[in-house]
């Protein structure tokens, strides 16, 4: 089985590369660059089969795709930049890659008849309340430009394929790219105190693990709609904080240690930001389990793991 996998610059599209490699699966990477461009750490995705792709670019994707003829197409490429989104001068080409590269790549799959993956978001509702989202939840509001160009891509696909999974991801973590850990092991060497959002509440995912069970679905025809998050249990980014420098500090880095740094709790509305974020980021995985699928590890055993690989 062939896949073809878009993003491989980014933190998730690294990671499903070196999964299909660790089975023995024939995977071609792509991205905006020549070549690959992303952490340069000697991993299986370096020296994999690589071809530069702007899916944007309608002719490029279908001439790409149709040449290279995949089985999978898992579609990690996206605008992720929440805030920036919302610059007047940037919904255009947010618009662009989120929706209509989608398109495109859809576009592709049903001309070949192959299966897609489309990794989508909470965002694509309004998160209020409580109660954790269901996948099949059709009850679509979002609150910002990424949320709703996630959901536009999301109709894309539903609308002209059959075989596809759609997998609403949260609180993204992984080795290749910018993300909440880094940023906060970062602010926690220079500041000896941090103030952190707790009133926003979901759970976090490593792309490591998500990765495999991407790779396991794709082996399947079970087709839909999937909400994947680390299992551990729903926190808040002020918990997830705490969380991180107390293994930090357990791992030997004493500049992380309560008696030296101090987080602090702080609403939503205090804390600012350009665009607005669900309060409710709580979802619902117990489809996975009902499909066969193995949820994922704990989210504290998986901090622990991905703690392990980085250098702060």
């Known amino acids: 089985m062939k896949f073809f996998v878009t993003g491989v610059a980014g933190q998730l599209g690294h990671d499903v590369m070196n999964e299909l490699d660790k089975r023995g ?6 991205d905006m660059a020549a070549s690959y461009s992303g952490a340069a750490d000697g991993t299986a995705v370096t020296s994999m089969p690589y071809v530069q792709l702007d899916i944007t670019d309608p002719a490029a994707v279908e001439r790409v ?15 992720t930049a929440v805030d920036l989104a919302e610059d ?11 929706v209509k590269g989608t398109e495109y790549i859809a576009g592709a799959c049903r001309k070949l008849d192959c299966r897609m ?43 002209q394929l059959e075989k596809y999974f759609i ?10 790219g910018k993300n909440f850990i880094k940023t906060m092991l970062n602010l926690g060497k220079t500041h000896d105190t941090i103030r952190v959002v707790s009133d926003q509440i979901g ?36 918990e997830f904080t ?38 409710n980021s709580r979802l619902d995985k117990s489809k996975l389990k009902k499909n066969g699928f193995a949820p994922l ?4 055993d998986a901090l622990a793991r991905y703690l392990r690989e980085i250098e702060f």
Request: hydrophobic share 35%; net charge negative.
């Open 25 to 30: 699966l024939s995977g071609v990477g792509s």
């Open 65 to 79: 795709l149709v040449r290279e003829k995949p089985d999978v197409v898992v579609h990690c490429a996206a605008w």
């Open 88 to 98: 007047d001068d940037k919904v255009e080409k947010v618009r662009q890659v989120n």
């Open 117 to 159: 993956i489309y990794l989508s978001t909470d965002y694509v509702f309004d998160g209020q309340g409580e109660t954790p989202w269901d996948p099949d939840c059709k009850d679509y509001k979002p609150i910002n430009v990424y949320g709703q160009t996630k959901l536009e891509g999301e109709l894309a696909v539903a609308r």
């Open 167 to 176: 997998v609403r991801i949260a609180w993204v973590f992984g080795v290749n």
């Open 203 to 238: 759970t976090p995912t490593y792309t490591y693990d998500l990765a495999r069970l991407l790779v396991d679905m794709a082996l399947t025809d079970k087709y839909g709609y999937y909400h994947v998050t680390n299992e551990g249990g729903y926190i808040s980014w002020y």
């Open 242 to 279: 705490k969380e991180i420098f107390r293994q930090a500090a357990a791992m030997g880095h004493e500049e992380y240690a309560e008696d030296r740094l101090q987080v602090l709790p702080v609403t939503t509305r205090e804390y600012g930001a350009k665009a607005k974020r669900p309060f």
């Open 297 to 300: 590890p704990a989210w504290q």
